[in-house]
């Protein structure tokens, strides 16, 4: 018994020890440290997104220095990338270190009570050794739950980059859900046409299948670049997204639709096609066909379209214009 007294007294100075160590590793200062990072990595992204999206509407500036505004914003989401994964490391290790430092400190308990019953000699209870074995299931049980992957919401799985066996990899897509009662449309429109647009901006939507049907939507989220901090979008998300007002019943996933967004409307205007409108040497000007034959006429213009273009000056109603 005296042996046995020995043995018990020796393991736990060990476990002490352990312990000890347990909660100098465990010191938040790691945890901390990263999400400082991960903020830091998150501002420069949104810099380096503001600092390409300026590039971008200076047509004057030279292209070598738009790539390394480009080269920039590249390198910072690499390194957003790589902030999120130290985070998430450092916050997975605070989780098991604290239930670490639990099952320790029960073993701790666990010697102290069988020094105490060898003392005494008394046979071990039972209840510290089923509270330690419940905590290293519950440890197991988290690892498995931070193995899985499970979805936001219910849906439908429209595609699944990922198959039984395989090794899922962070930051990547594994599976796309959809909720086919909230469908809505989304398009990938470039710089030019983004920075004319606005949240909640009225839409008129033809579906390509039923051109004949007109629905009214609007401009619900758009890039965070453009959107002026206020959209819901992530970082990485450069889609335009457009909802519609009305939904029709029979509305399927995949459709294709043509989207007018209406930027300005002017009514009784001068207007004339595109085809009419002259440029040459920097200027900008019709063809006048007159009873002693042509003339130019500089004009200035106003609102513009695809099919029509204001006249504002240069040009007066029942003039008859010579088309290129």
Same mark, same amino acid.
């Not at 040459?280 to 066909?289: D, L, P, S």
């Given at each position: 018994q005296q042996d046995a007294l020995a043995e018990a007294t020796i393991n736990r100075e060990k476990i002490r020890l352990e312990l000890q160590q347990v909660h100098t590793h465990s010191d938040s200062?790691?945890?901390?440290?990263? @999400?400082?990072?991960?903020?830091? *990595? %998150?501002?420069?992204?949104?810099?380096?997104?503001? +600092? #390409?999206?300026?590039?971008?509407?200076r047509d004057w500036e030279p292209e070598d220095l738009r790539r390394q505004y480009e080269r920039a914003l590249k390198a910072a989401q690499e390194g957003l990338a790589i902030a999120q994964a130290r985070y998430n490391d450092a916050l997975a290790g605070s989780g098991a270190g604290s239930l670490d430092r639990q099952i320790l400190e029960q073993e701790l308990a666990l010697v102290d009570l069988r020094i105490t019953q060898l003392q005494r000699d008394i046979d071990p209870l039972l209840k510290l050794d089923v509270e330690r074995a419940r905590l290293e299931v519950q440890k197991i049980?988290?690892?498995?739950?931070?193995?899985?992957l499970i979805a936001p919401f219910d849906g439908e799985v429209l595609s699944l980059n990922i198959r039984a066996g395989s090794q899922a990899e962070?930051? @990547?897509?594994?599976?796309?859900? *959809? %909720?086919?009662?909230?469908?809505?449309?989304?398009? +990938? #429109?470039?710089?030019e046409q983004l920075n004319q647009m606005s949240l909640e901006q009225a839409a008129t939507i033809a579906l390509r299948n039923r051109p004949e049907e007109?629905?009214?939507?609007?401009?619900?989220?758009?890039?965070?670049?453009?959107?002026?901090?206020?959209?819901?979008?992530?970082?990485?998300?450069?889609?335009?997204?457009?909802r519609l007002d009305n939904p029709p019943t029979n509305?399927?996933?995949?459709?294709?639709?043509?989207?007018?967004?209406?930027?300005?409307?002017?009514e009784n205007v001068l207007w004339l096609p595109p085809t009419a409108i002259r440029t040459?040497?920097?200027?900008?000007?019709?063809?006048?066909?007159e009873a002693d034959g042509q003339r130019r006429s500089d004009i200035r213009m106003g609102i513009e379209s695809e099919t029509r273009v204001e006249i504002l000056e240069g040009v007066e109603e029942g003039q008859i214009i010579v088309g290129e």
């Open positions: 200062a790691t945890l901390i440290s990263a @999400q400082i990072e991960l903020e830091n *990595a %998150q501002q420069h992204v949104v810099n380096s997104e503001y +600092e #390409l999206q300026k590039s971008l509407d049980e988290n690892q498995i739950a931070a193995a899985q962070a930051f @990547q897509t594994a599976i796309v859900l *959809a %909720q086919p009662e909230t469908l809505e449309i989304t398009a +990938e #429109l470039g710089s007109t629905f009214r939507g609007t401009v619900h989220q758009l890039p965070y670049a453009f959107s002026g901090g206020t959209s819901a979008a992530d970082d990485d998300d450069s889609r335009v997204r457009i509305l399927a996933l995949g459709e294709l639709a043509m989207v007018v967004i209406t930027l300005e409307e002017k040459f040497q920097r200027r900008t000007f019709v063809v006048i066909e």
